[in-house]
């Protein structure tokens, strides 16, 4: 008997999930919900789990593709698994910890099918209890917008001092907003355009990889919207709490390869001088609160950035990590867009 090629769908949902079981199921249901509107399909990249993510995939959701890695082989290397197979017009990567709200995804496909230069769009991204989450979108890392941010001016006045984020005032309006790059957390891509410049480096193990990924994506000639009227609910950092608040520190040392395979050293270490400051001022702050309110929220956001801080000041001080790249050396992750591209046509299944 013939094999029966079925329809591509119009849109993949790429979910990384790494110990998030307790989470993935209000994910999978919400997208699935989706799935009366838009012909989609689901990939569930499991990264070695040991909470029986894997086995509730099999279970419950048995058309939900499933890849079981059996070691951690990282947020952008799992996604690249996935977007290798994805086989929709349109790709988003969705953190295990979110929630879809009704509509949201075709309201991005729609987007996306109106703009034809737009390669990636991202929504608002909003905490359980409704409060808009910052660092859903932003500006290129440079010495201004990190300024901006460390210090507070981007909410002071955001169209003057672009910050690395965008203020979170930003996101009340309803127009869609031009940025430099989008949260991975919830980031639907033109796979188009990532035919075009390549899958996420997988250089970044967790964190800087969306910032880098954009980049790319604009180099190439895309643009990149955030849409303020479209949000997703997020659980923000489950996965990562497992390891503990120093890992929040990873977040730093991503940024830090980011920073080395831009600029020179000089500009890097002022980078960092930026961010020792900014993380102090977020240390005090959350102390102070803590101690005033004694709640045990505050305790964890002192402790997030004190674990930031201590980074960053590791590396305004210290040497550059193993494998860290540089703004005139470019190491072992300066593969060129046309390689990235290849690289990414040879693994794709045709």
Known sequence: MDRVELPAPEL????????ARD?????????????????????????ASSDGSAALVRERYPDVKLIAN?????????????????????????????????????????FLAEHPRVGVVGPKLVLPRGQIQGGAAGY?????????YSFFFYNVAPPLFRGLWLAR??????????VDWVSGAALMVRMEAVHLAGPLDEHYFMYAEDVDWCRRLREAGWQ?????????????????????????????????????????????????LFGV?????????YETLYLVRRRVVYAELRDKWAACLQASIKLLFGA?????VSATGNGDASLSPAARAAHFTEERPR
């Open 12 to 19: 993949s949902v790429i979910i990384v999930n790494w110990n």
């Open 23 to 47: 989470f993935l199921a209000a994910c999978l249901d919400s997208v699935l919900a989706e799935a009366r509107a838009l012909p989609l399909e689901i990939w569930v990249v499991d990264n």
């Open 70 to 110: 059996e070691d951690n082989a990282g947020f952008a290397a799992a996604n690249n698994q996935g977007l290798a197979r994805a086989r929709g017009r349109y790709a988003i990567l969705l953190n295990p910890d979110t929630v879809v709200k009704p509509g949201a995804l075709a309201r991005m496909v729609q």
């Open 140 to 148: 290129e890392p440079s010495l201004w917008t990190v300024f901006n």
């Open 169 to 178: 005032r930003q996101y009340v309006q309803g127009d869609a907003i031009p």
């Open 224 to 272: 990149v919207f955030c849409l303020p009227d479209v949000s997703v609910v997020h659980y923000i950092g489950r996965s990562i709490r497992q390891r503990g608040r120093a890992f929040f520190a990873v977040n730093v040392y991503s940024l830090d390869r980011y920073y080395r395979s831009r600029y020179r050293p000089a500009a890097v270490r002022l980078l960092h």
């Open 277 to 285: 400051g900014g993380f102090t001022l977020r240390l005090v702050a």
């Open 320 to 324: 550059a990590p193993a494998g860290a």
